[in-house]
């Protein structure tokens, strides 16, 4: 092998010799991974979800902007939780949540998942897109985090944007599959029945209700998200709200159904068993 390292990222040439003692080059790249990280997603599986009929309820804060922290506090003094979406290059820059901001914000509850390094939207095919979904899974474990969740940019050019079903059957969601038990993308749709497996949680999609979605349609996806055993993920760019307090009124309705035991928010994806169910295709 001749190659280069630039970062964690080794580019190069494989050469390898035919039965005639041709030499033969193939381009490959590598990319460094912390052992543990490979643990990640096979300890996830031991997760068994609540089998009852109340509807489940995932809010997440997508890209870690500096207008989390007011969103986290309206959440907070609601009793609600979310998972934080993490691009983890940014973690700490130019006003964003830093490290012991999050592990604040998981100590009282909230879910961290890891969301690229960079989300960049000429994030390449190839060993750009390992190096985003590993450097990120890997950053997040490095900072004790143990991430098991990959939640896909919504910027990502079509090449590695996950958006069919046919997708899921190339080496990206192979590799994606290695390192995350959950797998949230563009192809799946926000509201499913509970309880969530292996295949229906590997490509798990969600309603975006903070990018100009009118308040009827998003009233409309929360009486969805009521059906009783249903699965409902809402995401949220706080960055993107007219105003601080744009989904207030959401989030009222939201705090008083869990009061009321009409619906269960959880502060991050869990699967059913058994773990055998993640060799099917999502749906």
């Known amino acids: 092998?001749?190659?280069?390292?630039?970062?964690?990222?080794?580019?190069?040439?494989?050469?390898?010799?035919?039965?005639l003692g041709l030499e033969q080059g193939y381009p490959m790249f590598g990319v460094r991974v912390?052992?543990?990280?490979?643990?990640?997603?096979?300890?996830?599986?031991?997760l068994t979800a609540i089998s009852d009929s109340t509807p489940t309820v995932l809010l997440?804060?997508?890209?870690?902007?500096?207008?989390?922290?007011?969103?986290?506090?309206?959440?907070?003094?609601?009793?609600?939780?979310?998972?934080?979406?993490?691009?983890?290059?940014?973690?700490?820059?130019?006003?964003?949540?830093?490290w012991q901001d999050l592990r604040n914000d998981q100590a009282l509850g909230f879910g961290i998942a890891a969301?690229?390094?960079?989300?960049?939207?000429?994030t390449a095919d190839g060993p750009d897109f390992v190096g985003e979904v590993l450097g990120s899974i890997t950053d997040l474990d490095s900072m004790g985090f143990a991430p098991t969740t990959f939640v896909e940019p919504g910027n990502w050019p079509e090449a590695i944007a996950f958006d069919s079903v046919a997708k899921f059957k190339t080496w990206?969601?192979?590799?994606?599959?290695?390192?995350?038990?959950?797998?949230a993308s563009r192809v799946g749709p926000g509201t499913q029945p509970e309880p969530l497996t292996a295949s229906t949680a590997f490509g798990i999609g969600h309603w975006t209700v903070s990018d100009g979605l009118p308040d009827s349609l998003i009233q409309s996806l929360w009486r969805q998200a009521n059906q009783?055993?249903?699965?409902?993920?809402?995401?949220?760019?706080t960055w993107k709200l007219p105003s601080p307090g744009a989904l207030d009124w959401f989030l009222d309705s939201l705090s008083q159904?869990?009061?009321a035991g009409r619906v269960r928010l959880i502060p991050d994806v869990v699967v059913s068993a058994p773990a055998l169910d993640s060799v099917n295709e999502p749906r």
């Open 257 to 259: 159904a869990q009061k």
């Open 228 to 237: 009783r055993g249903h699965f409902t993920a809402f995401g949220i760019h």
């Open 172 to 183: 990206r969601a192979s590799m994606v599959r290695t390192f995350a038990w959950v797998f």
């Open 115 to 122: 969301h690229s390094r960079t989300h960049s939207a000429t």
């Open 34 to 46: 912390r052992a543990n990280v490979f643990a990640l997603a096979s300890s996830a599986q031991r």
């Open 60 to 98: 997440w804060l997508a890209d870690d902007p500096p207008q989390d922290e007011d969103f986290i506090a309206r959440l907070r003094s609601r009793g609600l939780t979310a998972m934080l979406a993490i691009p983890t290059y940014f973690v700490g820059r130019n006003g964003r949540p830093g």
């Open 1 to 19: 092998m001749r190659y280069q390292v630039v970062a964690d990222t080794a580019r190069g040439d494989l050469f390898m010799s035919d039965s």
